[in-house]
T-cell receptor, first 109, second 114 residues
Framework: GESVGLHLPTLSVQEGDNSIINCAYS??????FIWYKQESGKGPQFIID?????DKRQGQRVTVLLNKTVKHLSLQIAATQPGDSAVYFC????????FGAGTRLTVKP | GAGVSQSPSNKVTEKGKDVELRCDPI?????LYWYRQSLGQGLEFLIY????????KSGLPSDRFSAERTGGSVSTLTIQRTQQEDSAVYLC????????????FGNGTRLTVT
């Protein structure tokens, strides 16, 4: 079946550096994508979303890029902080919402 | 609070017992989702409600799992004759409905089957 997945299961960055988390999706019919952040012991929290009629969307310190040609989604975090350490999930939506396996981001002080 | 509420937060049960997990969605949210997350793993889709009906039950792992939603609000996930492999965190989320509405998650119920 079609699925959402991630290229990198773990990512370690230095505090202050920029982080890039990647996600590949295979359902070409998907037209809405979301990035979630999950801290230990908590449910996932919404970070940013993007619709398929856009290729870039910016939030506070975060940017999501969508490349529909290669079915690739990325989350960029600027000036990464220790509080950004968490597992990040991408999700795609058609009738329901399916999640990728997640990437663990660790920020070293 | 205004967020999604799940109870209990932790549940330890003996193998073979039945358990009920409860989810109170955000008021006014018509869509409700259940996911399962094993330790260090991603989110496994279980079931999705729009109002009180479940158009997609494809993720329920076996017939021991069932879910209902009443009054377009509270939902319960029931696991009968629990097995050790059912041990996981069960997450509930709600949204305004429609495919382009973000999900709002509760903090989950951690189920341990001994």
């Amino acid at each position: 079946g079609e699925s959402v997945g991630l290229h990198l299961p773990t990512l370690s960055v230095q505090e202050g550096d920029n982080s890039i988390i990647n996600c590949a999706y295979s359902n070409s019919a998907s037209d809405y994508f979301i990035w979630y952040k999950q801290e230990s012991g908590k449910g996932p929290q919404f970070i940013i979303d993007i619709r398929s009629n856009m290729d870039k969307r910016q939030g506070q310190r975060v940017t999501v890029l969508l490349n529909k040609t290669v079915k690739h989604l990325s989350l960029q975090i600027a000036a990464t902080q220790p509080g950004d350490s968490a597992v990040y999930f991408c999700a795609e939506t058609t009738n329901d919402m399916r999640f990728g396996a997640g990437t663990r981001l660790t920020v070293k002080p | 609070g205004a967020g999604v509420s799940q109870s209990p937060s932790n549940k330890v049960t003996e193998k073979g017992k039945d358990v009920e997990l409860r989810c109170d969605p955000i008021s006014g949210h018509t869509a409700l989702y259940w996911y399962r997350q094993s330790l260090g793993q991603g989110l496994e889709f279980l079931i999705y409600f729009q109002g009180n009906s479940a158009p997609d039950k494809s993720g329920l792992p076996s017939d021991r799992f069932s879910a209902e939603r009443t009054g377009g609000s509270v939902s319960t996930l029931t696991i009968q004759r629990t097995q050790q492999e059912d041990s996981a965190v069960y997450l509930c989320a709600s949204s305004l409905g429609g495919y382009n509405s973000p999900l709002h998650f509760g903090n989950g119920t951690r189920l341990t089957v001994t």
